[in-house]
């Protein structure tokens, strides 16, 4: 069965710090990538995909993120956090072939300290 | 994205009562898809509607929960005689193509439910 695996439930940091959020994901075949944040009350926003092409992909608000395929990792970065980043980061997968939903990590929760 | 509209934001309802959750899915849009969040918890798929239609109700549990996706209206998660297990967030999203097309769903605000 699929499955995401977010290695860190939570991350503090202080602003300025670099931020490196891991996520793997278990499944053979091929996948589109997602990673979303939800902003504390707020609905989950897309902040980057990666459906195929060059592996470094660059989202919203500084973030970027790097599939590895042979690792079956995805891990989002950002060199520099700001405390308006403090939000739940989610890692989502959905193969491209027999699935029709996506599949969420647990979810990360990055507290910044001004 | 703001486009998807769920309403109550927040529901008490006590054991033994009836949830019903409604989504509103963005202009253009036909494919629904209700997740919950339990606490601690990443999202879980429920189901996969189209209009009049369910596609995938493989995360559903068997008993008491029902969706439904009308020809006119939002889409209706309802759960029967709730219990304190219940008590999740449910989100729904939305998108335009379906399925292993899906390229983007936009999720709502999400509805807390509280059962005490």
């Known amino acids: 069965a699929q499955s995401v695996s977010q290695h860190n439930h939570h991350v503090i940091l202080s602003e300025a710090a670099s931020l490196e959020l891991g996520c793997n994901y278990s499944y053979g075949g091929t996948v589109n990538l997602f990673w979303y944040v939800q902003y504390p009350g707020q609905h989950l926003q897309l902040l980057l995909k990666?459906?195929?092409?060059?592996?470094l992909v660059k989202g919203i608000k500084g973030f970027e993120a790097e599939f590895i395929k042979s690792k079956f990792s995805f891990n989002l970065r950002k060199p520099s956090v700001q405390w308006s980043d403090t939000a739940e980061y989610f890692c989502a997968v959905i193969p491209i072939t027999g699935a029709n939903n996506l599949f969420f990590g647990t979810g990360t929760r990055l507290t910044v300290i001004p | 994205n703001a486009g998807v509209m769920q309403n109550p934001r927040h529901l008490v309802r006590r054991r033994g009562q009836e949830a019903r959750l409604r989504c509103s899915p963005m202009?253009?849009?036909?494919?629904v898809y209700w997740y919950r969040q339990l606490p601690e918890e990443g999202l879980k798929f429920m189901v996969y509607l189209q209009k009049e239609n369910i596609i995938d109700e493989s995360g559903m549990p068997k008993e008491r929960f029902s969706a439904e996706f009308p020809k006119e209206g939002p889409s209706i998660l309802r759960i029967q005689q709730v219990v304190r297990g219940d008590s999740a967030a449910y989100f729904c999203?939305?998108?335009?193509?379906?399925?292993?097309?899906?390229?983007?769903?936009?999720f709502g605000q999400g509805t807390r439910l509280t059962v005490v």
């Open positions: 202009k253009g849009h036909s494919h």
């Open positions: 999203a939305s998108s335009r193509m379906g399925g292993t097309m899906n390229t983007e769903a936009f």
């Open positions: 990666y459906f195929s092409g060059d592996p």
